[in-house]
């Protein structure tokens, strides 16, 4: 196999990439309703044999993040509030606080992260420096697991104590580094203030934050080739970025969906939507999981050759409201009246004015035709969901921006 790429899996045909994954859900969710108390119950009722297509996917339930953080404040007796299947043989914490275990795996790379730093660079016998927490959070062992699966070594780092960080680098020499952007570039700038060179630092992968063309600009000037990935602590990887630097690969390992915010629609390609990901882990078998995140499936594969579906990266949250007039607006309500209307493409909510003056309308997009009396349905169909009286403006086809935003607040 060409070195470029992990393995095989990455280069498949997509009809196969696509039939495989779709065969491994009815074993995954009957795993899931047997193994996890939570899904016992959320998914009660699903014939779990008849969940082989994506469409069948699309009408189970999401799960939530503060789903997860609920039931693990309520259900303490149960293990990481009955969605872990199994004990775990580590378990980190992330802000919440959310409690999330260590996945199985066959392998020593339980969160796949090794795909995603093969394809930043990295190879076996190099040396990677980790700038992400070790301690509570999994991100650390998330990269170290991924560096030892590719046969790479690891220097944990962690956060803070930049100058003995700045001093391993200077003393080790490491060719790759992992972590957040905002340390590499604390990092190289110290480095630079006190006249040293890296030289043999080349490559990155870099996640946890926002990482935009200009930054990746200004590590490729400094000599380091920085590539991104999407990873949670929840799900493990779910796409990362190739030299083509055309959008995020999706992993082997996950089934992605994009979905209407605030509702478990998908979305037809190159719509912003809600990130959904449903993942094959045998001890964490998360069903739909919403992320909060807004992307975008990519039109077409990469011309690096991998041939998995692509993301657009970030493009911002999914859980939107506002506070109008005394009550509170959710995008699942706005999701709600575009499901209600067929005749509406897109929809948004704008709420603008002072404090206490609050001017909201509804900006409705429309496919091509309208009917009769659809303002005032619109506007009855507003009220019902929010119990606010709110304007309603028709616009014509492509009006709205592309972006996933339901509720815009320009107060």
Not at 175 to 190: N, Q, V, W
Request: include cysteine.
């Amino acid at each position: 196999m060409n070195s470029e790429f992990l393995d095989a899996l990455e280069t498949r045909d997509p009809a196969e990439r696509e039939a495989a994954l779709m065969a491994a859900l009815p074993a995954q969710v009957a795993h899931a309703q047997a193994s996890s108390p939570a899904y016992t119950a959320l998914l009660a009722g699903v014939d779990a044999a008849g969940v082989t297509s994506r469409a069948a996917l699309a009408a189970l339930p999401l799960t939530r993040k503060s789903s997860l953080a609920a039931a693990q404040a309520a259900r303490r007796a149960l293990r990481l509030g009955g969605y872990a299947a199994g004990m775990p043989r580590r378990i980190f914490q992330s802000p919440g606080p959310l409690y999330e275990p260590e996945p199985d795996a066959d392998g020593a790379d339980p969160w796949r992260i090794a795909r995603a730093l093969h394809a930043a660079g990295l190879r076996a016998g190099q040396l990677a420096h980790v700038g992400f927490s070790y301690h509570l959070t999994p991100a650390g062992a998330m990269m170290e697991a991924g560096l030892r699966a590719i046969g790479a070594a690891s220097f944990p780092g962690g956060v803070g104590n930049t100058e003995l960080q700045l001093q391993a680098l200077l003393d080790l020499r490491p060719e790759a580094y992992a972590g957040t952007p905002s340390l590499l570039r604390i990092l190289l700038d110290k480095a630079a203030e006190g006249g040293h060179a890296l030289p043999g630092l080349q490559r990155a992968l870099v996640s946890g934050e926002a990482c935009p063309p200009a930054l990746v600009a200004w590590f490729a000037e400094r000599g380091v080739e920085a590539y991104q990935c999407y990873a949670t602590a929840d799900l493990g990887l779910i796409a990362y970025e190739t030299r083509a630097r055309e959008g995020l690969v999706v992993d082997e390992g996950v089934i992605v969906e994009i979905v209407r915010p605030g509702s478990g629609e998908p979305l037809p390609e190159g719509e912003v939507g809600e990130v959904v990901v449903t993942t094959l882990s045998p001890s964490y078998p998360l069903i739909r999981f919403a992320t909060g995140d807004l992307s975008a499936v990519m039109p077409g594969t990469s011309s690096c050759g991998r041939s998995n579906r692509r993301l657009r990266g970030w493009l911002g949250r999914a859980d939107q409201s506002a506070k109008v007039r005394g009550m509170f607006v959710h995008a699942g309500q706005v999701a709600d009246l575009v499901k209600r209307h067929p005749e509406v493409r897109r929809a948004r909510l704008v709420v603008s004015g002072e404090l206490a003056q609050d001017h909201v309308v509804l900006q409705v997009e429309m496919w091509e035709s309208t009917t009769p009396g659809l303002v005032e349905s619109l506007m009855q169909t507003a009220r019902d969901l929010t119990k606010l009286r709110i304007e309603v403006v028709l616009l014509p086809t492509g009006s709205l921006p592309n972006d996933g935003k339901l509720i815009e607040d320009r107060r």
